[in-house]
C-alpha cells in the first residue's frame, strides 16, 4: 500500500453512528444543496507548538500580519441605524470610527485626529460632524475636513490631505465588515460561500435581541476554537447526550476563510445506547436554549414519531408563528440541528430560522492572554411588523457568569461550562513540557484549518 | 423676567426622543422625553460645557452633539471616559392641567 492512500484512510476515518448524511436521508423535504456538501480534505495530524497561543512573538505577528490584513466584522448595521450613527471598532491597538453615511453607506475612518493624533470620537454614538475634543479640528461624517480654529497658524496644510483616512468596508448579512488593506480581496470572494449557505437565513433581515460580552482570561483563538468542535460534548457538556449527536457531527472546510460544523440534535449521542425517544424529546426541550420552547412541560411524544421529528415539526410550528410566514421548505435539520459557520478569523454564525446565535472572539487589546468573547442572538420578527431596536450591549464583568445574562437564556449555562475550560486551557498551556498540542484528525480537523489560514496570513 | 416652574410648557408639547430648553430662575434647563417620561437636566455638558439642546435620545440617554458623551436620564451619570461628572438632574412631574412641573432647588 502507497504512503498516500494510508494517509488518506487515516484523514477518512469517522464515528460508527449514524451519519448526518444518513440523517439527511430521512428527510421528507427536499434537502437544500448546501446541507449536502461533505467536504474536509486531510490536513495532516502533526503536533501544533503553543507558541501560537501564548506567545507574545506570535500575537505581534497577528498584530502585523493577520488583523491588518483580513475582514472583520465590526458591528450590525441596526446598531448604527440614522446618517451619522457610528460604532467605534477596536481591534489590538487600531481604532475605526464605522460611520453610516448613507441609507445604506457605511465608511470606516481611521480614528485619529490628523492634527495631534487624539482619537476623535471616544464613544459609539452620533455626529453630526466629527469635532476633536482636543482643539476642534473637524470634519463632516463623510471625512471631508471643515476646518480648524486659528486657521492663520495652519497655512502649511492647505497643500495636505487632511480628508479622514478610510478603510475597506463592506456589508453582509446585516453585518459591517472593515478590512485595513486596500489591496484586499473583495468581501463577496472572502466571504463564499456564506452567502449561498445562508441564502435561507436572509441575516439581514433579522433583527439583534440579544449581545452579551465578557473578557476571558484566553487567547483569542483558545475562546473560537472551544466553540469549534462538539468532541468535547461528553466531557464538558454531559447533561446534553441526550440529544446531541456529537461524535457524528459532519465538519467542513470551504476555502481558507469558511468552515463548518453540523452537529444532528433531537438523537441521543453515540455514546449513549439506552436513551428513549421520549428522554430525548424532554431532555432537548428543556435543556438546549434553541428550540421554540423551552419548556417539555404538555408535550407527550406521539406513537410512532421519533423525537428528532417531533421537535422539528413543534419548531416549525412555532417559528411559522412567530415569523409569520409558513416555513413548509424547512428540513428537520435547519429546524433543531446546530450548523455553525466559522468566518475567518473570529466571527462564527449559526444558520436557523428563528435564535441565530453568533459568536465573535477579539483579542483584548493588546493583550494576548485574554480576549473579549460576544455573543449575539439574530431574532426573526412578525412579517409586517416593525424591526424591533436591537438589544444593547449586555457588557458582563469579569467576575460574572454567563447565567447572569438572562437574554441568552440556557445558552448562558452552557457557557459557563466552556468558560470553565478556556481560562484554564490558556494556563495549561503555559505550563506544559509537551509544549505542543495534539489535535483529533477530523473532530478536530476545523481547528487545523484555522491555523493554517493564520500561517498562510503570516507567511505571505 | 422668571418663568414660573408649574407653567412651563405643556407636557404634550414634547414629543419621544425631542429635547426643549427652558430657562428657570436664570437657569438654562433641558427637558426631554424619552420612551414616554419627562426629565429635566442642566443644559451644559460635564466635559467641555456645550448646550445639549437637540442632543439625541435613545433609550433614557442623552448624547452631547458636541462630542457624543452620553448621560442617563434618569440619574445624570455619564457613560465612557470623556467626563466622569454627573449631570445635574431636576425632578419632573405633569400637573393636573397637563403642565410639566419642575422641581428647583
New interface residues.
Partial sequence: MSELIKVKQQGEERCEGVSYQDLLNDEKIDVPAYLREDTNPYMGDDDISVDRWISRDFHDQEKEKLWPKVWQMTCREEDIPEIGDHHIYEIVDQSIIVTRTGENEFKGFINSCLHRGRIL???D????EF?C?FHGATWDINGNFKGIPCKWDFSHLDEKDMNLPQVKIGTWGGFIFINFDANCIPLDDYLSPLPEHFSRFPLHDYYKGAHVQRVVQCNWKVGAEAFMESFHTLETHSEILTFTGDANSQYDTFGDHVSRSVTPMGIPSPHLPDVTEAETMRDILELSGRMATDSAEGHEMPEGLTARTYVAETNREMFSDIIGEPLDHATKSELEDAILYMLFPNTQVWTGYHGNIVYRFLPNGDDHNSCIFETMILLRYEKGTKRP?PA?KNILRPDQAFSEAPEIGGLGPVFDQDDSNMAAVQKGMIASRKGAVSLASYQESRIRHLHQTIDKYLNA | MTTTADTLIAAIDITDNQTVAVTLEGKNILICKANGDYYAVDNQCTHQRAELTGGRIRNCYLACPLHGVRFDLRTGMPKGELTRVPLKTYPVSVAEDGNLHLELD
Fill in positions: 470620537r471616544d464613544n454614538g452620533h455626529a453630526d469635532v475634543p431596536d444593547e
